[in-house]
């Protein structure tokens, strides 16, 4: 069978390093490019951080294109304290990687997503893990590719549990309401993969320093930026027993969908300034429609889905 084409927009931070990762160890998909959001950190720190984690993982031939640099609402973006407290100031936990070899490409990220789509339609999956600004603008520029793509798996939102912004609003969302009520309300098939399901799927020391053991760059590497993430869940009194990895799972998710079982609902994003701010809610005009086009998740087999998360990446650290 053809191998799935996959594109990653990440805020490359601790979670999404783990999620680019995955990607490049599953068989069954072919990391065809990451786009860089602003979120964790700054749009250019993040694409660093992806080109060094790439280079990392021996795959220096997978193109990072620049996303958005700040929300299709304000024209600046600084990054939130909370977020150098989680993922460090450099956004992969202070580990030093070497400078990359390759650049940012030249094709904005807008223009990636839209020669991706019809290049490659229903074989195509993208995986937002940031701000979906980007993507939003692609769409904007090119509706046409909303009925193109196969299916676009987000980490972001919080249905059935509270956010961690407030008690709505889920980090990812709050940077970009608007550019997100814009992806959810197109023609788009979409996968919501929120806290949901990703603060029960936690990793500990002790899965880390399986990878250390390793002796391998990248195991070291990777254990020290995810335990510095465990250690500010702690410090900070987010989770006590571990920390969520919820970048890859959309990553899991978007090559199996069984990992989690879903809710089918029209949603919508509210980007008014007020108390539900951000939130991401069934839309009560479309209750009635049918083929709703978002499934949200609302449950995941994590012992099933942490098996092949540890196997992938060990794997994949293994040989670098
Ligand atoms: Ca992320």
Redesign the pocket.
């Known amino acids: 069978m053809a191998k799935k084409k996959m594109i990653l927009d990440?805020?490359?931070?601790v979670?999404?390093a783990l999620?680019i990762a995955y990607a490049l160890a599953a068989p069954e998909v072919d990391l065809i490019g990451i786009v860089s959001?602003f979120?964790?950190n700054r749009r250019d720190i993040c694409a660093q951080n992806s080109l060094k984690l790439l280079e990392l993982l021996g795959h220096p031939e997978v193109p990072v294109y620049n996303g958005a640099d700040h929300s299709c609402t304000t024209d600046h973006f600084d990054p939130e304290q909370v977020s150098l407290d989680i993922h460090g100031n450099n956004g992969i936990g202070e580990v030093e990687l070497p400078d990359p070899q390759r650049s940012v490409e030249e094709e904005s990220g807008v223009d990636f997503y839209i020669d991706a789509a019809h290049k490659y339609g229903k074989d195509l999956i993208i995986i937002p893990?940031?701000p979906m600004t980007t993507l939003a603008a692609a769409l904007k520029k090119d509706p046409e590719i909303a009925h193109l793509i196969g299916n676009v798996t987000f980490?972001g939102g919080a249905l059935t549990v509270e956010g961690n912004v407030s008690p709505v609003a889920e980090a990812?969302i709050h940077q970009d309401p608007k550019a997100c009520n814009e992806v959810l309300t197109s023609d788009l098939p979409l996968t919501m993969v929120g806290l949901d399901v990703t603060l029960r799927t936690l990793l500990t020391k002790k899965e880390t320093a399986k990878w250390r053991e390793l002796g391998t760059k990248a195991g070291k590497a990777y254990a020290d930026i995810t335990d510095f993430y465990i250690d500010a869940y702690y410090n900070l009194d987010i989770d006590k027993n571990g920390c969520a990895i919820?970048?890859p799972l959309a990553v899991g998710v978007g090559i199996d969908p069984s990992f989690v079982t879903t809710l089918s609902l029209f949603v919508k994003c509210v980007y008014e300034e007020g108390p539900y701010y951000a939130r991401i809610i069934g839309d009560n005009a479309k209750l009635n429609d049918p083929n709703p086009n978002v499934k949200v998740a609302i449950n995941v087999d994590k012992e099933r889905y942490l098996n092949v998360f540890m196997d992938l990446l060990t794997n994949l650290f293994k040989e670098h």
Do not use: I, S, V
Request: glycine letters at 18%.
């Open positions: 990440l805020d490359t931070g979670d999404d999620a959001a979120g964790n893990t940031g980490m990812n919820h970048d």
